[in-house]
């Protein structure tokens, strides 16, 4: 488990294959919230040690799909914490009507953790429905695929070029060119990453790759430059 300060964790899970071909990279956040009840976002596949580190915190009584893509974990473990409630991206279920689903996020949701965790969907996005979140005790942004920064070792030449063009690889990364090519209302998108951007967060939680414990905020900035500065 890698802290992000005081109740707040990811985990790394296995490798998943996209297109059963592009090794992809997994994780999750765990927050304990106040309560003591543990929240998961993005699942990864569970496994008998993720599962012990995750019983060590607290109860999970949340289990949260940040957008209609990162679905892989949801089942597996409500299926082990039957209790816990299915907390999704808007779009999750037209992608996945077999998965329960509790509530979908939208802006006006309440959640039993408000106060401690923000949360905003990103809007104007032909195809990404992915919901941004703010843990605020440890002052951490948490995205899942609105940037990458894919780790360039090991990684087949092929699968590397491919990241180079759409601009995730390295410490660096971005915003991937394919999300940026396909916004359906620039505007709304713009007022979402402004709202992202007024949040007070010092760490970057991604799904995929190189996080940023303290000093985020110019990173983050900069990522966000080729909608923010027009
Ligand atoms: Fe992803």
């Given at each position: 488990?890698?802290?992000?300060?005081e109740n707040i964790w990811t985990i790394d899970?296995?490798?998943?294959?996209?297109?059963?071909?592009?090794?992809?990279?997994?994780?999750?956040?765990?927050?304990?919230?106040q309560s003591g009840a543990v929240w998961i976002?993005?699942?990864?596949?569970?496994?008998?040690?993720?599962?012990?580190?995750?019983?060590?915190?607290?109860?999970?009584?949340?289990?949260?799909?940040?957008?209609?893509?990162?679905?892989?974990?949801?089942?597996?473990?409500?299926?082990?914490?039957?209790?816990?409630?299915?907390?999704?991206?808007?779009?999750?279920?037209?992608?996945?009507?077999?998965?329960?689903?509790?509530?979908?996020?939208?802006?006006?949701?309440?959640?039993?953790?408000?106060?401690?965790?923000?949360?905003?969907?990103?809007?104007?996005?032909?195809?990404?429905?992915?919901?941004?979140?703010?843990?605020?005790?440890?002052?951490?942004?948490?995205?899942?695929?609105?940037?990458?920064?894919?780790?360039?070792?090991?990684?087949?030449?092929?699968?590397?070029?491919?990241?180079?063009?759409?601009?995730?690889?390295?410490?660096?990364?971005?915003?991937?060119?394919?999300?940026?090519?396909?916004?359906?209302d620039r505007a709304a998108m713009r007022r979402?990453?402004?709202?992202?951007?007024?949040?007070?967060?010092?760490?970057?939680?991604?799904?995929?790759?190189?996080?940023?414990?303290?000093?985020?905020?110019?990173?983050?900035?900069?990522?966000?430059?080729?909608?923010?500065?027009?």
């Amino acid at each position: 488990m890698q802290s992000f300060g005081e109740n707040i964790w990811t985990i790394d899970g296995d490798d998943v294959r996209m297109f059963k071909l592009l090794p992809f990279t997994t994780r999750m956040t765990v927050v304990r919230l106040q309560s003591g009840a543990v929240w998961i976002l993005s699942p990864v596949q569970p496994s008998p040690e993720r599962q012990r580190a995750v019983d060590r915190l607290g109860p999970v009584e949340h289990l949260v799909a940040p957008n209609k893509i990162h679905s892989l974990g949801i089942k597996p473990w409500k299926a082990l914490y039957p209790s816990a409630r299915v907390w999704t991206s808007p779009a999750f279920s037209q992608r996945h009507p077999d998965i329960a689903v509790d509530a979908a996020l939208s802006n006006d949701v309440e959640t039993p953790w408000s106060g401690e965790i923000d949360h905003c969907v990103i809007a104007g996005h032909a195809v990404l429905d992915e919901v941004a979140f703010l843990h605020r005790p440890s002052g951490t942004l948490i995205l899942t695929d609105l940037i990458q920064k894919h780790e360039a070792a090991g990684a087949p030449l092929v699968w590397r070029g491919v990241k180079q063009l759409v601009g995730v690889l390295g410490r660096e990364g971005g915003v991937p060119r394919d999300i940026r090519l396909s916004i359906r209302d620039r505007a709304a998108m713009r007022r979402s990453i402004d709202t992202i951007l007024s949040w007070d967060f010092d760490n970057l939680i991604i799904a995929h790759g190189h996080c940023v414990k303290g000093g985020a905020r110019e990173d983050v900035g900069r990522a966000f430059n080729w909608i923010t500065s027009v």
